[in-house]
Structures are given as C-alpha cells and as structure tokens.
C-alpha cells in the first residue's frame, strides 16, 4: 500500500478525534535519511519515519517504510503524528497530565497512540522493535499508573541495551 493510501486511511480513522481536528501536517517521502542534515539523530538513518520540528512535517524513508507490513506502517505514522501533536497541538499535556513524572515524549507518543484507537498496530510495531516487554508495558495504558511504572522500566532496558 502506497503512503498516500495509508494517509487516506489514517484520516478515515481519526476523523471524529477532537484532538487531532486542528492538526494539519505535511508529510513527504524521501528515497532514504541519509543525506539529512548534520543536527539529526545518529540513528536516523534507519528510521522508517521522523517528525522534524523545525520543518512542522513528518518525513518517511521510503527504503525502509515501504517493506512493511500495513499495521507497521499506519503504527509509524501514528507515532509520529503524536510527536506533532504534541508540540503543534499540545505542548503543555506533559506537565498537565504527567507532572512529577519524568516521562520521556517517546512514551507519551505511543500512549497517545494507544488512546486514539491504534493499540493493535502500534503493539505489532513495538513488538518487533522494542520486544516483549514493552508491548506488554503498553498493553497496560488503560491505567495510567500501572503503565507508567512498567513502560518506564522496559524503556530504561531498551536504552541500557542499546548502548
Ligand atoms: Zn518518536
């Protein structure tokens, strides 16, 4: 499926989502991330999908997105959109609902995610990138607190893992 019927798709189910009414975003495909500029992320290059702040777009790598499977894909945009949110749409929901948590926007991402009905998709995505323990963590968002506590600890794994 190509990235604009994916696009379509995502449209379609999120249309009666108040929060992202007002969310207006570009999206483009670039054929890889490697001629990004120098102040990206070191692992960038490998993403299938970013969300560029400077730029208020989302950019896909097409020479990796497009060997995914459906879910994975529609789970990436999501992510993704999620960031947008949350600096275009919402930037003080971290303080408001999180506050004396120190929770990385990561884990926000994929909570709203969960919460704006693409649970499945993003647990299929997470599965195959972050294992087990995290998508039984975000399995648990429902309720915030229990969430919290076991997304935190599977992320510190994944981050102490990857150093
Ligand atoms: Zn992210």
């Known amino acids: 499926m190509r990235l604009e019927e994916i696009c ?7 249309n009666q989502l108040q929060d992202l009414s007002f969310l207006v975003l570009k999206i483009e495909l670039l054929d890889s991330f ?4 120098k102040a990206s992320p070191k692992g960038i290059i490998k993403s299938p999908a970013a969300y560029q702040c ?8 097409s020479r ?5 499977e459906m879910p994975i894909k529609v789970a990436t945009i999501m992510h993704e959109v999620a960031h947008a949110y949350l600096h275009l749409i919402n930037p003080g929901l971290k303080e408001r609902e999180f506050k004396d948590k120190d929770i990385d926007e990561e884990l926000i991402a994929d909570y709203l995610v969960c919460g704006w009905g693409f649970e499945e998709q993003i647990i299929a995505e997470r599965t195959l990138s972050y294992g087990e323990l995290y998508s039984d ?3 648990l968002w429902r309720d915030r607190e229990k969430f919290l506590e076991a997304i935190t600890i599977a992320y510190t794994k994944i981050l102490i893992g990857n150093n």
Do not use: M, Q
Not at 34 to 37: F, V, Y
Not at 54 to 61: A, G, M
Not at 64 to 68: D, G, H, Q, W
């Open 34 to 37: 490697e001629n990004l500029n």
């Open 8 to 14: 379509r798709f995502i449209e379609k189910a999120t």
């Open 137 to 139: 963590a975000l399995r």
């Open 64 to 68: 990796i997105f497009l060997n995914l």
């Open 54 to 61: 400077s730029e208020e777009r989302i950019i896909v790598n």
